[in-house]
């Protein structure tokens, strides 16, 4: 004797089974840290790589990626903690008119077939450049299209008595689903932190002043060669640092080593990075005092 196919909401329970599959592979603290990881990995090597510097030498670490990623993340991620509590809200009401072969649900079956297809759609013809969207918006428009799509079908099956789906087969569409939806959230992160890095290098040259001033002391000649850099030899032969640099701001501090650019490489079309040692034979000071370089236009 078999049970009925779709009673005491199926909806929710097979939603219910399939996160509890994925919880049991990734856990939700193990995914958010991914998440922000991968976020915080491409927006610097976006935007170090827009600078001059190869993310390859840089050595940042899991929690320098994370860190770096907390504060650019905690909006969507608001967004996304305030739809996973008022979804389930929504859903009570539409699976109870549901139930009750409420004349309102169709039209909501209606609404969201107009809406997933629409979706789907135009992210379809962004892919194809016949449409022009932001790139961030393709891959959300394509999930949202799907995710629509999928839960319209859900509610269409559950009010229609002669469309029974299985348990495992309703499992199996809903466990695609998240996957599809996954991949298309990778790809919506991987735009916005590429966009996020951009802005940032864009930021940087437009003010390079917004970077720390740094005086670089050294025990030897470093022949730091580039405008708006000023090598000063200093007149004390027993002194342990013998040259000063000046025209230097700090980029970034990582695996024993120093980042620096030129005060004037916004403007310098043969600028490029420095890479110090983080040891003894250097000295950083790092002035309060911010004055605009002299650069050429």
Known sequence: MSAPPDEGGGTGQDLTRAWAVLAHVVTPTTFIAAILMYFGAVRANTMYGQLGLDHSILGLSFQDYVLRSVTLAVEPLIVLLVLA????????????CADRHCTAVKRVIAVLAVLGFAG??????AMNGRLRLP?????????????????????????SARHVVSTADQLLQRTLCVVLLLVLLLWTVSELAQQDGMKAAIA?????????STVVYSARRLHL???????????????????RYRGLHLLLHSNQRYFLLPACWASD????????PADASLRLE????????????
């Open 85 to 96: 509590l008022v979804a389930p809200l929504a859903h009570g009401w539409v699976v109870r």
């Open 120 to 125: 789907v759609g135009m992210g379809l013809a």
């Open 135 to 159: 790139s961030h918006a393709v891959p959300i428009s394509l999930g949202l299209g799907v995710f629509v799509l999928v839960y319209g079908l859900s509610l269409y099956q559950r009010v």
């Open 204 to 212: 940087y040259r437009s003010d390079p002043g917004a970077l720390p």
């Open 225 to 243: 060669e580039s405008l708006g850099i000023e090598e000063t030899a200093l007149p004390d032969p027993g002194a342990m640092y013998r040259y």
């Open 269 to 276: 079309p043969w600028a490029r990075a420095i890479v110090l």
């Open 286 to 297: 790092f002035p309060m005092l911010k004055l605009p370089p002299e650069c050429p236009a």
